[in-house]
């Protein structure tokens, strides 16, 4: 009998420090995504992508911030097709302007702003994208292909 009340007791007493602690770690197991790091987008001139149709290379374009990087890289998110990606180094909360020239005769203007995550989040305190235009109008967030479309 008294085997019994120990069984008994030791089982409790593992179900009871098995449940201390559980609202000090809800956040460990979270992975939170960093800040914006890249700006996709997909750049067309008459319903085609200018990079794809060989009407622009990566050396033709300029940015007016010398912060900013641009690439040219195929995304599967786009159906394999070319996007000019920028990263700031820069980005944090914030409005961000930027004038994209493509060659002498294209070019179009970016301007992103960015706010932090609510504090009381887990991943509080990260800055995102909260508004973005392009050419001085507004884009709908969130976009789901990670890509932007810019229509020369």
């Known amino acids: 009998m008294t085997l019994k009340r120990l069984l008994f007791l030791c089982f409790s007493l593992c179900l009871l420090l098995s449940c201390l602690n559980s609202t000090e770690d809800e956040c460990s197991t979270v992975i939170c995504e960093g800040g914006p790091s890249i700006l996709g987008f997909e750049i067309l001139q008459d319903g085609e992508n200018v990079f794809d149709i060989g009407t622009y290379s990566i050396d033709d374009v300029t940015i007016d911030d010398t912060n900013s990087q641009v690439v040219l890289e195929s995304l ?33 203007s970016i301007r992103s702003t960015f706010q932090l995550s609510d504090e009381s989040e887990c991943c509080g305190g990260i800055p995102f994208l909260s508004a973005i235009e392009i ?8 976009i789901t292909s990670g890509v932007f479309t810019v229509n020369l």
């Open 76 to 108: 599967s998110s786009i159906n394999d097709l070319p996007a000019l990606l920028i990263q700031d180094l820069d980005w944090t909360v914030g409005t961000f302007e930027y004038t994209v020239s493509l060659g002498d005769s294209d070019s179009f």
């Open 135 to 142: 050419n001085d109008v507004a884009v709908s967030l969130p």
